[in-house]
């Protein structure tokens, strides 16, 4: 089936509109977890860019045997997307040592409430994402109830991504590296799994309403 091809001006303009998106949308989280941990943080990094299945798959080539703690969502209306967000195994650490005070951080045992509080961070994102998604589209969001894991990033896209079919899709990866008062810092990744074209239209038509 033939695409709708799009102007070099309009995707122009959708990657500014997703940028904005996201942008706010790591704002908005970050807020919500300085209220936990109780001090000054800001997103001192952001970047965003869309890949190709086979671009996608040979960049994470070389980080598919590390470990993150992983929160997946599927979105079914009114775009069908797969989002996957992703915090690595040492900036979780330091960031559940920030919300629970424990000094230890290197030395915790990965532990199923580790993985549920990281988890609610990834959560935070999330919800960040739809609310911010449904105010740019003007529609309610339809989304599943995330799904909390700690693994290696193959087998996490293995068992969650991959199965979409990610060779005919584009993936949208977003980065953001959140700085705390301390200058400690740690780095949240979302990929975003979905047909180019769809979120495009999805947007037009929004702005056309």
């Known amino acids: 089936m033939n695409t709708p091809e799009v ?6 303009d959708e990657l500014e509109c997703v940028h904005d998106l996201f942008q706010k949308s790591f704002s908005d989280a970050t807020r919500s977890i300085m209220e936990i941990v109780g001090h000054k943080m800001t997103v001192s ?6 890949l190709d299945g086979e671009e996608f798959v040979n960049q994470i080539e070389d980080e598919r045997e590390n470990t993150y703690f ?10 069908h997307a797969q989002t996957v967000f992703l915090i690595t195994e040492k900036d979780g650490r330091q960031l559940y040592s920030s ?25 935070m994102v999330g919800s960040a994402f739809i609310n911010c998604l449904a105010d740019l589209l003007r529609r309610t969001i339809h989304n599943t109830v995330p799904m ?3 693994d290696m990033l193959g087998p996490i896209l293995q068992s969650v991504v991959m199965q979409e079919g990610i060779p005919p ?10 700085h705390e008062e301390d200058e400690q810092s740690f780095h949240i990744r979302l990929f975003v799994l979905t047909e180019r074209h769809a979120l495009q239209n999805a ?7």
């Open 7 to 12: 102007s070099s001006q309009n995707q122009k």
């Open 45 to 50: 990094q952001f970047t965003i860019r869309f």
């Open 70 to 79: 992983a929160s997946m969502m599927k979105i079914s209306t009114p775009i």
């Open 99 to 123: 919300v629970t005070n424990n000094g230890e951080k290197s030395r915790v045992l990965i532990s199923d409430e580790m993985i549920r509080g990281i988890g609610e961070i990834n959560n």
């Open 148 to 150: 909390n894991t700690f």
């Open 169 to 178: 899709k584009e993936i949208l990866v977003a980065d953001a590296l959140i």
């Open 203 to 209: 947007i037009s038509q929004a702005e056309e309403s």
